[in-house]
């Protein structure tokens, strides 16, 4: 992860991971639903956790619950205190970015991508954490923890073979870039969908495949 984590314990970050690999509940549902009904899910739900950030961010009370029931799992700048502006914690962005994906890019290819950066995300992260000796520059990231997203991104990617592998694995490349680079951008929602544009102009380009975007809103 490109964010800070000096003050996060490992075991902390090992339940945030552990979350992050439950949530792979998402690409296996947009998969069975199918684009409309997944899309409408996705987007309820995203509204509901940017309804729960935003009321937390002036509500006491809310802030409170959600610090009693989440904050163990949370990074210090998930948790900022009321009054200070709303913040979007992992979780929110992770809906965010599934939506995002559904509406934008056909699930053939949407799907692959999610699974793909959920596993190679919590990779990095543990693998960063445990062994990780030489970071990017200033960067909290490291090459141990960039090797992990790559390695594991690229066995992902190999179990998806409706996918052009060519074009999956530069995806795979580009993505563990765009995660360990600082944006304003969460990279929930930056890093799936830098590797599903990847993915969908590679093929398009090279595989002859049609290039379906906004395949959401033709549901």
């Known amino acids: 992860m490109a964010s800070s984590t000096s003050d996060f314990s490992y075991s902390a970050e090992l339940g945030r991971k552990t ?13 069975l639903l199918g684009t409309p009904q997944a899309l409408y899910v996705l ?12 009321v937390r961010a002036y509500w006491p009370w809310c802030n409170d619950w959600i610090r009693t029931l989440f904050g163990p799992l949370m990074r210090d700048e998930e948790l900022p205190a009321v009054g200070t502006g709303v913040t979007f914690n992992g979780a929110t962005c992770v809906l965010v970015g599934a939506a995002l994906l559904t509406l ?6 949407a ?9 190679a995300d919590a ?9 990780g000796r030489h970071p990017w520059g200033s960067l909290s990231a490291t090459v141990e923890g960039s090797s992990a997203f790559v390695a594991t991104g690229l066995a992902i990617m190999a179990l998806f073979p409706a996918l052009a592998f060519g074009p999956a694995a530069v995806a795979v490349l580009v993505a563990a870039v765009v995660e360990v680079l600082p944006m304003p951008v969460n990279d ?14 590679g093929e398009a380009l090279f595989f002859d495949q049609p290039l379906h975007l906004f395949a959401g809103l033709a549901g």
């Open 104 to 109: 934008i890019f056909p699930l053939r290819v």
């Open 123 to 131: 990779a990095a992260a543990l693998v960063g954490r445990r062994v």
């Open 188 to 201: 929930n929602i930056r890093v799936p969908l830098a590797a599903a544009m990847v993915v969908a102009l």
């Open 111 to 119: 799907v692959p991508v999610l699974t793909m950066t959920m596993l």
């Open 19 to 31: 979350l992050h690999l439950l949530a792979l509940v998402i690409p296996l549902g947009m998969w």
């Open 43 to 54: 987007s309820f739900g995203a509204g509901i956790a940017i309804g729960a950030d935003v």
